[in-house]
């Protein structure tokens, strides 16, 4: 299955296995099972979505909002319970207005994941860790 590294970006083939001990990226060999949010820009957002084989959920969020700020630490805790099973990421709404307005955002925080590329699912509002777990295991 392709993956992207969350350190350099690059687009790595990993034997699709139920649990990892060891996963490095083949570019800058960090290791892929980091789990922090990659920040998407208009730069590299269709890519990584294209080349990820494993579900993509999107945090749309922006710097000046309270829920926003409240949900950023549980989107991070639920990042690490799922290494190369769904990729967590980020949009800034307020640095990629383009981004934004593509998805037809109305409301932050804005929750989407992706599959193969495509939309599968969204939800407005603040969520809580275990609600957030729950979410990314409907998709994996």
């Known amino acids: 299955m392709r993956v992207i590294c969350p ?3 690059n687009v790595n083939n990993v034997p699709q296995k139920e649990s990892y001990k060891k996963a ?3 570019k800058c060999k960090n290791s892929l099972l980091e789990t922090k ?3 998407l820009t208009d730069s590299n957002f269709d890519e990584v979505l294209v080349n990820s084989d494993i579900p993509v959920i999107v945090d749309f969020w922006a710097p000046w909002c309270g829920p926003c700020k409240m949900m950023g630490p549980n989107f991070e805790q639920s990042a ?3 290494p190369l099973k ?3 990421t980020k949009v800034n709404t307020e640095n990629e ?3 934004g307005a593509r998805f037809g955002i109305r409301s932050i925080p804005t929750l989407i994941v992706f599959k193969n590329g495509k939309e599968v ?3 407005s509002g603040a969520l809580d860790e ?3 777990s729950n979410l990314a295991s409907q998709f994996i």
């Open 37 to 39: 949010p990659i920040e």
């Open 7 to 9: 350190h350099c970006k």
């Open 97 to 99: 207005q383009n981004i």
């Open 121 to 123: 699912h969204r939800v």
């Open 80 to 82: 690490k319970k799922f």
């Open 24 to 26: 490095n990226c083949g």
């Open 130 to 132: 275990a609600s957030l």
């Open 86 to 88: 769904m990729l967590f």
